[in-house]
């Protein structure tokens, strides 16, 4: 077996498919990949994404590689062995899971390596991590199988057919809210605080082994002396499927939960030039800096206002209701500029227009609190997405502002704080006469 | 590679056998009674004669409807497991040989033989003995993809016999071959044949000649006739089409088989 297995890893097609397909997983993993941190919560999410969106396509290919007897012509070969025939199909299906295997080993070590260099944190969340290289496994075997079963090219687009549905499913959220829970490809992301559902993922991982194990046992039905053991081996898997759908039905598809209060550890950052305090979650610190950085400035500029504070903590539940001027640290850990996205967000507490709408008859008002958001993000251009009439007036405002030296411009947060809490603009606010 | 012993009843009878393929009202073999013995035995005829469907139902690819068939001592149809252990003891070489063009010959012939349950340890010097003995041995690192028609019928013949087997069937194994490929290819035939059973199928009465110690003639699925070459030469009339003796022989035969099929 181990030099027929030799054989078909030095053979099989998939030798030029799987590069192929491990620079594609790599592509989606990166592009999970938070760009400033990096946590093995988030390596988790990019893999099982990776493994989720190319599970399909695996499938195809592997059903693909399986109709090489049939592509071959090699049936007479295959019909006068002296081995049982799910047994000849055996070494290329292990061939193809070991080729797979290694494609996900590669996937890994890359998004690890790429998070190593930013400064990786917290340990692997092993289940969802065992789960992104089942899946890929799983349809591996699903494609051998449907080609087993099918003996016609038609395996290929059947095959990839099974994941393209349970794309419906859980992408585009269709179908019955039991079927969506319990379906395999992933939606799992670990916002902060929060981590992979043990219950769920084990549920699912059962799941994967069983739908595995029953397209290996419906493959094998085609073969007449195997009928009676491959119909008890696919009511076995039967099981195996419906008892991992039911606990992650049970979970109703939750596939994170929060992690103890007690367990989150919390830095403290100090901006060395205003004295602003930051309270943060730990792997925040690759960016601890540039987070003091923007905030100090943002605290300055209030300083001689009654916002001013000294001290702002992230809160893992925080949202926006109630929540007073510069209260809570608002951090996204999958922002491009974590720093400036936290400014951006932290603003929603402060500038009256973002929530309640522009005040009533003043014609600069949006985009005078468009100027005052990219000023104190510290940005030279206006927010993206924002449309005015006039840019030029605009943008003429916000590097009016820029250029005001650091005690006018305090000064002028002071003047202006009815303003900037309401939006109520005036170009002549900006410096115009 | 060590031959394998002589066996003392004959290694393939058939007793009207009948072949029918799907509904298809017109059997493929008709009431068909033979005998293959020690050495090779050619099946001869013309095309759709029933010379494939005869093949495949002594290598059990293709089941019989009616009468009795004995492979090697074992009474198809069999169970499984008898067939497998069946398997391991017949050589066959299909008239398409199917192979994956990115293996070398040994990868091949290994394969072939892990295909036959060859012992693992084994298998190296059993792919490497059939390669030498179909000459290919300078050939043995070269992918199946790059060799010439020839080659790959000796490819095929190797694959066939690296499990040492009792009975070796190799359907039409001189077509598509030169002169010249055919007489090396024949060379290689009367070597492997010595102690085993080897069912050639053939429509080139010169291959019969040169290698076949028992000729069968098939005829619309029927026998036309069984015997040795010198017997069948007896049958040559001077009427009969065909360039030689043996030509006319088998001429004469297929005329008489079919005035009598169309009589009944």
């Known amino acids: 077996m181990r030099r027929v297995l030799g054989l078909e890893l030095r053979r099989t097609s998939l030798r030029y498919s799987v590069p192929l397909l491990t620079l594609l997983a790599a592509a989606v993993a990166f592009q999970a990949a938070h760009p400033q941190l990096a946590t093995w919560a988030n390596i988790s999410t990019s893999m099982l994404r990776a493994a989720s969106a190319l599970a399909p396509f695996i499938a195809g290919l592997c059903a693909w590689e399986a109709l090489r007897a049939r592509r071959r012509r090699m049936q007479a070969t295959d019909g006068t062995a002296a081995r049982p025939a799910p047994l000849i199909r055996l070494p290329q299906l292990l061939g193809a899971l070991i080729w797979l295997a290694g494609s996900w080993v590669v996937v890994v070590a890359a998004t690890a390596i790429r998070g190593a260099t930013v400064g990786l944190f917290g340990s692997p969340e092993v289940l969802p991590l065992l789960q992104s290289l089942l899946l890929p496994l799983a349809f591996a075997v699903l494609g051998v199988c449907t080609a087993e079963l099918l003996t016609s090219w038609i395996a290929v687009p059947a095959s990839t057919a099974f994941g393209l549905a349970l794309y419906l499913l859980t992408f585009a959220g269709t179908g019955p809210d039991a079927l969506r829970w319990a379906d395999v490809l992933s939606r799992f992301a670990a916002p902060d605080g929060w981590t992979s559902n043990p219950v769920y993922f084990t549920g699912v991982i059962v799941e994967t082994v069983g739908l595995a194990a029953l397209f290996a046992a419906l493959g094998a039905l085609r073969h007449r002396p195997y009928r009676y053991p491959s119909a008890v081996a696919a009511l076995l898997a039967g099981a195996l499927v419906v008892a991992g759908a039911g606990l992650a039905i049970g979970q109703r598809g939750r596939s994170t939960t929060a992690l103890p209060e007690a367990s989150l550890t919390l830095i403290t950052v100090v901006d060395s030039r205003n004295r602003v305090e930051l309270r943060m979650l730990e792997h925040y610190r690759p960016v601890a800096a540039q987070l003091a950085e923007a905030w100090g400035r943002v605290s300055a500029l209030f300083a001689d206002t009654p916002l001013a504070f000294r001290r702002i903590e992230q809160r893992i539940d925080a949202d926006h209701a109630d929540a007073r001027p510069f209260e809570r640290l608002y951090l996204n850990p999958g922002a491009t500029d974590v720093a400036d996205g936290s400014i951006a967000e932290g603003l929603q507490d402060v500038i009256g227009c973002f929530r309640d709408g522009p005040a009533q008859g003043a014609l600069f008002s949006l985009d005078g609190a468009a100027v005052v958001q990219s000023w104190l993000r510290g940005s030279r251009d206006l927010p993206s997405g924002f449309h005015t009439p006039d840019p030029q007036r605009t943008l003429e405002a916000l590097r009016w502002l820029h250029e005001l030296p650091e005690h006018d411009a305090r000064a002028w947060v002071t003047a202006h704080l009815d303003q900037i809490l309401g939006c109520d603009w005036e170009p002549e606010d900006f410096g115009r006469p | ?264």
Not at chain 2, 13 to 36: H, K, W
Not at chain 2, 42 to 59: D, E, F, H, P
Not at chain 2, 78 to 93: C, H, I, K, S, W
Not at chain 2, 104 to 125: D, G, H, I, N, Q
């Open chain 2, 1 to 264: 590679m060590t031959m394998a012993a002589p066996h003392a009843a004959a290694p393939v009878e058939a007793d009207s056998i009948v072949v029918r393929y799907g509904r298809s009202s017109t059997p493929a073999v008709s009431e068909l009674s033979f005998t293959l013995t020690q050495g090779i035995n050619a099946l001869v005829g013309r095309n759709g004669a029933g010379k494939s469907t005869v093949m495949n139902a002594v290598v059990t690819l293709q089941a019989i409807q009616s009468g009795r068939m004995r492979v090697l001592d074992a009474e198809l149809p069999l169970a499984e497991g008898p067939r497998r252990e069946l398997m391991r003891q017949l050589g066959y070489l299909p008239q398409a040989l199917g192979y994956v063009p990115s293996f070398t010959v040994t990868e091949f012939v290994e394969y072939a033989a892990w295909l036959k349950r060859v012992p693992s340890a084994a298998v190296p010097r059993a792919a490497a003995e059939a390669i030498a003995a179909v000459g290919l041995s300078d050939r043995a690192t070269s992918k199946l993809g790059k060799l010439s028609g020839g080659m790959l019928r000796r490819a095929g013949i190797a694959m066939a016999i690296a499990h040492d087997p009792r009975l070796l069937v190799l359907d039409e194994p001189t077509a598509g071959l030169d002169p010249e490929q055919r007489i090396r290819f024949r060379a290689t035939l009367r070597e492997v044949a010595a102690e085993r059973c080897v069912l050639i199928s053939s429509h080139l009465i010169e291959d019969v000649h040169a290698v076949a110690d028992r000729v069968h003639i098939l005829e619309g699925g029927r026998l036309a006739f069984s015997g040795s070459v010198e017997q069948m030469r007896a049958h040559a009339t001077d009427d009969a089409e065909g360039d030689s003796e043996l030509e006319r022989a088998y001429t004469a035969l297929v005329a008489r088989a079919r005035a009598r099929d169309d009589s009944a």
